[in-house]
């Protein structure tokens, strides 16, 4: 796992054909984002887990980036896991000055737990997967954003929505 400022976030997306603009980090009203398959997790953050888990696990996975926008609660609990899992690479920075985290394919399950974590803390964060064009924002507001640059995988994920029976939201064309 590398750790990125978002300057440095916002550079490894573009180079990976995810056009982002250097100072800020992906926000759910870009359209890559927005005009996608969008369902509410309220009270079903288990199944918005074992979704994330299930659509990455079944993805082509080379790399990743979980790129953390928003911590709304700021609960010092919440942020002393966050800070002990970047603890473990060495990483000393706080997570306002170097949100984004790059995974590797043999780090798969961390970039999964990382995600994870940001739905049970509630935390905005945007996701994009380089191989399978995966795109995926959650939201504070229990709402995940979850698409892909690939058609093909689009109908795989709404069909996956479908399976875990999570209630679709129409499309706020921005």
């Known amino acids: 796992m590398k750790i990125f400022t ?18 800020d980090a992906p926000h759910w009203r870009d359209p890559r984002i927005n005009n996608c398959l969008q369902f509410v997790t309220r009270d079903k953050n288990h199944v918005a887990e074992a979704f994330i888990r299930g659509l990455i696990g079944s993805a082509e996975f080379d790399e990743a980036i979980v790129w953390l926008t928003d911590w709304p609660l700021y609960r010092p609990d919440e942020m002393a896991v966050i800070r002990r899992f970047r603890a473990s690479i060495g990483e000393a920075r706080d997570l306002i000055d170097a949100p984004a985290h790059v995974f590797d394919r043999q780090e798969a399950d961390d970039c999964i737990g990382l995600f994870n974590l940001c739905i049970h803390y509630y ?30 995988e689009q109908q795989k994920i709404k069909t996956v929505v479908e399976n875990y029976n999570l209630e679709l939201l129409p499309l706020q064309r921005s």
């Open 123 to 152: 935390f905005d964060a945007f996701m994009f997967v380089t191989n399978s064009n995966l795109i995926a924002y959650n939201s504070h507001d229990e709402v995940q954003y979850v698409s892909s640059l690939s058609n093909d």
């Open 6 to 23: 978002n300057s440095e976030a916002a550079t490894w997306c573009n180079d990976r054909g995810f056009q982002c603009h250097a100072a």
